[in-house]
């Protein structure tokens, strides 16, 4: 079991552009939650989503991001148009139905740097 | 505890001896809460979990404390390693949902 899997690890892209991070969680998992998280704070919900549903996300911003979780394939955010104050590591986390036997399990997160 | 500070409340301990982080949480309603341990450049690490209709838990070097007047939340380990020093997070959910709030996290160093 490889657990959680995010890529890239690094990402750097230009203001405007695009940026897209995966997740695939755990085998067996069919929850994932995305959250962000800035320097010496703590992580910040985005969305949770189970296969292909969007359960919450009232931690997503209005405007340029958006999350999907398809039948097939790992989950994507995705992020339009980036600014520098996008810049962050993002984390995935995934669990089986119910969380509560050993919380989440979360990936090595994708640190996002806007130049 | 929502995450406020830009920097990290530090504490510094000597190897072997016990350390005790604490978080305050904001929510009455949370019903379920998590210590995690972030290490630097790699994501969080669950260390240990308690429900509400517990006040004590303990696990392999760690004890966590719960108490539900005050709202707050204690990570208790013992004989502190080295390979301990990290940022440590609680983090807390409510009423079966699965979002968890994490509060802004404490840093340990353990001084040889």
């Excluded at chain 1, 919900?45 to 398809?70: C, H, T, W």
Aim: proline share 5%; with cysteine.
């Amino acid at each position: 079991n490889a657990g959680v899997m995010q890529n890239p690890r690094h990402l750097v892209r230009r203001r405007g552009q695009e940026a897209r991070l995966r997740c695939s969680p755990m085998k067996g998992h069919s929850h994932v939650y995305w959250y962000r998280q800035l320097p010496e704070e703590g992580l910040k919900f985005m969305v949770y989503l189970q296969k292909e549903n969007i359960i919450d996300e009232s931690g997503m911003p209005k405007e340029r991001f958006s999350a999907e979780f398809p039948k097939e394939g790992p989950s994507i955010l995705r992020i339009q148009q980036v600014v520098r104050g996008d810049s962050a590591a993002y984390f995935c986390a995934s669990s089986p139905p119910s969380n509560r036997d050993s919380g989440y399990t979360f990936g090595s997160g994708t640190r996002l740097t806007v130049v | 505890g929502e995450s406020v500070g830009l920097h990290l409340p530090t504490l510094s301990v000597q190897e072997g001896d016990n350390s005790i982080i604490n978080c305050a949480y904001s929510n009455s309603a949370s019903d379920y809460f998590i210590w995690y341990k972030q290490e630097s450049g790699k994501g969080p690490q669950f260390i240990i979990d308690i429900r509400s209709n517990m006040d004590k838990r303990q696990g392999q070097r760690v004890t966590v404390l719960l108490n539900k007047t005050v709202k707050h939340l204690s990570l208790q380990i013992a004989a502190t390693q080295p390979g301990d020093s990290a940022v440590y997070f609680c983090a807390e959910t409510y009423n079966a949902g699965n979002m968890l709030t994490f509060g802004g996290g404490t840093r340990l160093m353990v001084k040889p």
